[in-house]
């Protein structure tokens, strides 16, 4: 017997508030929702987003799932219906909320972090003075070398800082510039 994933045994606890009429498999609502092609897309969309809490149809879809097929599917919701206008507008909120960062509820969705405040400091110090080394900007800041160097390098692949090599001194140096 094969084993059930977390969205199957939560489909399998609450799919019947929604479907009384029949028994759907997860699969087959899980297509429909996300191909918009899908004979019953609409109806099943419908029926979904008016019975269904925001938090467990994001937790069915999944959430990264959720977030990258939101924007095509809401323009398909019968508005017209004041269960799945409501059901729509929570749903536009949770997108809003994850994207934006700003996730209240107890079930979060997973987002990247834009930049922590050790990071901005880094990046404050390299912009308040152009040309510094990594060392002048550790030990301005009372920091390891090391961890500095660290948060170059990903300021360097966020496009947030320039670092170019250069020799003062007979010695190979590292001068950064804010981008």
Known sequence: MARLSGREILWNQIYRTCFQDRVMPYAYWFNA??????????KVLDRSISIFSGADFVRLLGDQQFLGIWQNIRHDVDIERAAVRQGKVILDALWSMAVTGFAFCQHGIDIRKPISKQLKATYLDISSRSSKSIYQVARDMSRPYSRVYADVKRLNEMGLVKAEATARDGKRVTLLSAA
């Open 33 to 42: 929702i996300t191909d918009r092609k899908h004979h019953e897309h609409k």
